[in-house]
């Protein structure tokens, strides 16, 4: 709190010595604009249109690196095939990737969504790869002794062990999927924060794009205080006690 208290006074303050609130506005400047867009609706149709963008990519990045990252860690020689592609999804650039899913399926949220989960997955797969290979072998071993089901062994054996690297890439991953969520939405979408800093960008207007740039910042924050973080302590929790 008291950093945050700190950088709105240099702001503040930094706006005062600019002297030109379309260079860069006060953070009080803010305030009218932004009840302004509340008011008209048109901040909310953009941020849930982002949101809806970022939670389908997230749960459909989550779910492929999940599944890829077990099945690597687990078996060695699937790992050594695989990795070769791995490691050049890892590397591929974001905007690359953006492109070409608009070019092959077009300005569609199909697209949009492709591009970001795919650029997510390989990190995904990575983080949950290293976890399956520090599965504990003697409760696997004794899971074999006392015959116990696949599906249990999964749920009792495995996922606990598994949690704290699910829920680490979870907060990575919603980091980088929320930032290339708007890249998508400013290079070929027609609604989004992403959209709309695209709009006031070729305006020049420097107040608008704040006002949208910070109502999903602050959203997204609060994603992570609210949702992320208790649920990374919960799943760490096991190994404290």
Known sequence: MV???????????????????????????LLAPFVQEV?????????????????????IAMTAGVCLGLVMGTYPEIDRWLDPWLVVFLNLPALVLIVLCYLWIGLTDVAAVAAVALNKIPGVAVVLREGA????????????????????FLRHFVLPQLAPYIAGAARSGLAVIWKVVL???????????????????????????????????????????????????????????
């Open 39 to 59: 008011m008209s609706g048109a901040l909310f149709e953009h941020l849930s249109a982002t949101i809806l963008r970022v939670i389908a990519a997230f749960c």
């Open 183 to 241: 890249v998508v939405e400013f290079l070929g979408r027609s609604n989004g924060i992403g959209f709309q800093i695209h709009l006031y960008f070729q305006l020049f207007d420097v107040t608008m794009v704040l006002v949208y740039a910070l109502s999903f910042i602050i959203f997204m924050l609060a994603v992570e205080w609210v949702l992320l973080q208790p649920a990374e302590s919960r799943a760490r929790a096991w190994r404290q006690a």
């Open 133 to 152: 290979r520090a599965l504990d072998p003697d409760l696997r071993a004794m899971a074999r002794v006392y015959r116990v089901r696949r599906a249990a």
């Open 3 to 29: 950093s945050l208290v700190a950088f709105l006074a240099a702001w503040s303050l930094l706006a005062r010595i600019s002297g030109d609130p379309t260079v860069l506005p006060s953070p009080v400047g």
